[in-house]
């Protein structure tokens, strides 16, 4: 059966602030404490969204979690209304607040691992939302993201939920951020890559030393037995230590990989010829192209300083791949100057488009961190809740919804207002009738 690649793209919450949150990702440490613009940062995203849909790409759209998260204030033991519970945690501890109000949710290629049918042992789609217990403002996400993610997904004779992993260390996962899929045809028995920062059982092996590595293998290997994937179309790799050190906290930020296609950086993996030879001699009715990026050409600092690879690879329906960069590219000169070059270059990447996610890159994450990729047949995608589904009369509708509940300037100082509060939780129930979907926040429960 025909299947596609949708991307189910994060909107940008009405929250959206720069709290510096991340250690380990550079853009959003530098930009620590900023005036933020919620309003344009949503607008970014959805022109994005609706540009790609135009284009014939099959696109959707996730609502952002709830912010502040007040059930987490109150588990870290503040109490009162809800109006004393944010000045409480402003006053005694801003950290937490600035945590409670996190932004990331809208980096929605963190919120799942997703494994298509034609990989999976019962055929339906499978789904675990990542645990993200390396970060305290990340690993309250998971409950509400699963919430979200059965209320779109919702038939189970398609499609498969299981719960986060183990919230401990040696489980961190950090989903599909650390997550490709390689295959000559999406609806065809693909290659699930995993890519992971370090061993956690093994106290003798590789691991960073400056930023943590947030994703392991144990982790790794756990969604492959949870998802049903045969080992011979599985492939495990390691980050390079130093690369994490560098501040490439994730693989999406060094490699990005679609249908056979893996573009990626000199510095990217540990043992890259046999991660290459084995996604080769795994990848089933295609040959792997390879696409490396040499040090000499790009610098892993302006890899990270444009995200380059933080990018997306997508198929078109005449035979290319079109390559989704940050307007960022085009301001950095190796980078700008390396992507004219590879238009010319014999591979299947023969157009590059640039858009401005500056309210998104300055607070650490690009096109890629904004979309979670699912691969769905026909079938499988007439059971998705259409009302997510991206087109003109959802694109105005959104807009109209931000521009009545977004505000364009938002700083940490706000976050103890109370009214922002009331300004978040009345946009995000209309959102869900927007989207008709049914009471997934805790403030509706």
């Not at 650390?178 to 890559?193: I, K, M, Q, S």
């Not at 961190?369 to 959802?394: H, P």
């Not at 009345?426 to 926040?441: F, G, K, N, R």
Request: proline share 4%.
């Amino acid at each position: 059966m025909h299947a596609y690649e949708v991307n189910f793209d994060g909107l940008v919450g009405p929250t959206h602030n720069y709290a510096g949150l991340s250690y380990g990702n550079v853009a959003s440490q530098a930009n620590l404490k900023q005036s933020s613009n919620p309003k344009e940062a949503a607008k970014q995203g959805l022109r994005k969204m609706k540009s790609l849909a135009d284009q014939g790409f099959q696109q959707a759209v996730l609502p952002p979690l709830q912010r502040p998260d007040l059930n987490f204030l109150r588990q870290i033991g503040f109490t009162g209304s809800d109006a004393q519970v944010l000045s409480k945690a402003a006053r005694q501890a801003p950290q937490m607040l600035a945590a409670a109000y996190s932004a990331s949710s809208m980096w929605t290629a963190n919120a799942a691992t997703v494994s298509p049918s034609a990989d999976t042992a019962d055929g339906r789609v499978h789904f675990t939302a990542a645990n993200l217990n390396a970060k305290v403002h990340r690993s309250v996400e998971h409950p509400v993201t699963s919430r979200i993610l059965a209320a779109i997904f919702e038939d189970p004779e398609f499609f498969a939920h299981h719960q986060a992993l183990p919230a401990v260390s040696q489980f961190g996962d950090e989903g599909a951020a650390n997550h490709t899929r390689f295959c000559a045809d999406y609806g065809a028995p693909g290659v699930e890559f995993f890519v992971y920062g370090k061993v956690a059982f093994d106290a003798g092996a590789a691991k960073p030393h400056r930023y943590p590595a947030r994703q392991t293998k144990e982790a790794s290997e756990a969604i492959a037995r949870l998802h049903g994937l045969d080992e011979g179309g599985v492939v495990y790799a390691q980050q390079r230590p130093e690369t994490i050190d560098s501040g490439v906290f994730h693989n999406d930020v060094i490699a990005v990989g679609n249908r056979e296609v893996l573009f990626y950086h000199e510095r990217a993996l540990v043992d890259t010829e046999r991660v290459l030879s084995e996604l080769d001699q795994k990848l089933q009715g295609a040959d792997l192209k390879a696409v490396m990026v040499p040090e000499q050409a790009v610098s892993l600092e302006d890899a990270v300083g444009s995200y380059l690879f933080n990018s997306q690879l997508l198929s078109r329906s005449d035979g290319g791949m079109t390559l989704v960069v940050p307007g960022e590219c085009r301001e950095v000169a190796s980078v700008s100057a390396y992507l004219d070059q590879l238009l010319g270059m014999d591979n299947p990447i023969d157009r590059i488009e640039a858009f401005d996610l500056k309210q998104s890159m300055k607070n650490g994450g690009g096109p890629a961190c904004l979309r979670l990729r699912v691969v769905l047949n026909a079938a499988e995608l007439a059971a998705v809740k259409s009302t997510v589904i991206m087109d003109d009369a959802l694109f105005e509708r959104l807009n109209h919804w931000v521009d009545a509940h977004y505000r364009d300037r938002l700083s940490q100082n706000d976050l103890a207002d109370p009214q922002l509060l009331q300004e978040s939780l009345s946009a995000l129930d209309e959102l869900t009738h927007i989207l008709q979907l049914d009471s997934v926040y805790p403030f509706q429960r």
